[in-house]
């Protein structure tokens, strides 16, 4: 078995569709079982997102595990399906890959970004065309999002160790999230100027106006404010940190455009299943439990709130990024890799997310010390925010 997919054939076939979607890889010879509309993708992650919100609204109306497990659940949906409505759907909306008909991508895109309250679409898809998906910018220090995280403290020629120093206190950190916070809503701000800005954030009072009657404060803060900022900001922060060389060098033989090759890489949320040779039966049992507890609370979590949708596969968007493969982009990544163009680096992969950061953090770590010179104007903290979940 070469790929720690491949580990997880000891489980039945049909559970083939399961560890294909939580580890984010399927096996080689695996065909979609699922294809997804544009359309259908969409309503899911919306749904999601409402129904996060009902349910975490809803638990405050009931005690002890009840009250506990709703909550969670509905955290759950609501950071998981606000990430796909971004990452995703607005995401391929600014790639013109949604419909047919850019008209509509845009519509979906500025419904999705004003439900979420995230930053517009137009300085969503302004910011990358422009700067994060050129081949000369892409991860080096004039990316806006490469910006944000140096001066977040991520800067070359930090030790790894500091590196998780700085990402644990970032994560908790008021100042973070206030700023962060602020740039969506400074954001959305400017758009209300616009007729189309005004009509988009008419669903707050409509949709919100009766929860004031019927909720509490604590409920209301809790339970919907709560994951729409506190825990989706961890969440982009986590993915963002994680999915690609930020500061390392390009390889200058190698044609400019494969960039996004040498510097996006796979990220799958599992590990290889444990073998026994020759482990004693108590030994080999106390590995079996530790790889399904690892799997239920960590791997399990992080591909539903950290990377959901197609975030696995974003090293498959940067070499293919006007693909409209995206609603079954395992898939699709999976194909590139045994049949795409040849001239292309080797895909990449990391199994784990703390993996993935890990190796970040070692290019970082490894790059050369850079100075900021005073005419670098800061990125506008809303683009590092989604964190730029929009289109990469």
Sequence with gaps: MNSARESYQVFPRWTSGFWTWLTGRPLSDESACVHPSPLGFAACAAASYVSGLAIALAAFHAKGLLFAGGLL?????????????????????????????RQVDRAVADLFVAMTLTQTAADYRREHFLLHHRSDVFTSIDDPAAQFLYRAGFQPGCTTRRLWSR??????????????????????????????????????????????????????????????????????????ISEHA???????????????????????????????????????????????LEHVFYHLPVRLIVLPGDLPQHDFHHRNPATDQWTTAAHAREQDVAHGDPRWPPYQEFWGLHTAIGHVFEGIAAAHPIVMSASRSPPRLSRAQEILRAPR
């Design 73 to 101: 659940l509905g955290w759950t949906l609501t950071v998981s399906g606000a990430r796909r409505m971004i990452s995703t759907v607005a995401h391929q909306c600014i790639h013109a890959q949604f419909s047919s008909n």
């Design 246 to 292: 930020w500061f390392v060098e390009p390889d200058k033989t190698l044609r400019a455009k494969y960039v996004h090759g040498t510097h996006s890489w796979g990220r799958f949320c599992g590990r290889r299943v444990p073998i026994r040779q020759g482990k004693s039966t108590i030994n080999y049992a106390v590995q079996w439990m530790l790889w399904t």
């Design 167 to 240: 990402l644990a206190m970032t994560l908790i950190a008021p100042r973070f999230h206030l700023m962060f916070l602020h740039g969506r809503l400074w954001s959305q701000a400017k758009s209300i100027a616009s007729r189309r800005g005004l009509w988009l954030v008419c669903w707050i009072p409509v949709l919100c106006g009766p929860a004031w009657n019927w909720y509490s404060w604590t409920a209301l803060l809790v339970g919907a404010l709560l994951p729409v900022t506190f825990f989706y900001h961890i969440s982009v922060m986590l993915e963002f």
